[in-house]
């Protein structure tokens, strides 16, 4: 997946089947999350998950735990099918 860097955050769209499909990605996402105590931003309409990182405690900035959630999602995402 393709992330961009634009407004001090990681940003990228997931499209899914359907929204099962969308939430389930979702709540492996959630789980990943937690474990690596580090946390989305993200809406979802049907069967589409925008998800945008950044850190807050680094006053708002992309760093490795972004670009590391990030490589985490991919992997969720290449395994949903
Ligand atoms: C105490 C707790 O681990 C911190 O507040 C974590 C929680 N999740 C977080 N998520 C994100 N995206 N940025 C943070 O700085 C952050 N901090």
């Known amino acids: 997946m393709t ?3 634009t407004n ?3 940003h990228a769209e997931f499209t ?3 929204f099962t499909e ?3 990605f979702m709540t492996r996402v959630a789980f990943a999350a937690e474990a690596a105590g580090h946390h989305p931003e ?3 309409v049907y069967n589409r998950v925008r998800i945008s990182l950044s ?3 680094a006053g ?3 760093t490795d735990k ?3 959630l990030a490589a985490a999602i991919d992997k969720l995402y290449a395994g949903h099918e």
């Open 55 to 57: 850190t807050h405690d």
């Open 3 to 5: 992330w961009t860097e």
């Open 66 to 68: 972004d670009h590391a």
């Open 60 to 62: 708002n900035t992309v």
């Open 42 to 44: 993200w809406t979802n």
């Open 8 to 10: 001090n955050a990681l």
């Open 16 to 18: 899914f089947g359907d």
């Open 22 to 24: 969308a939430f389930a």
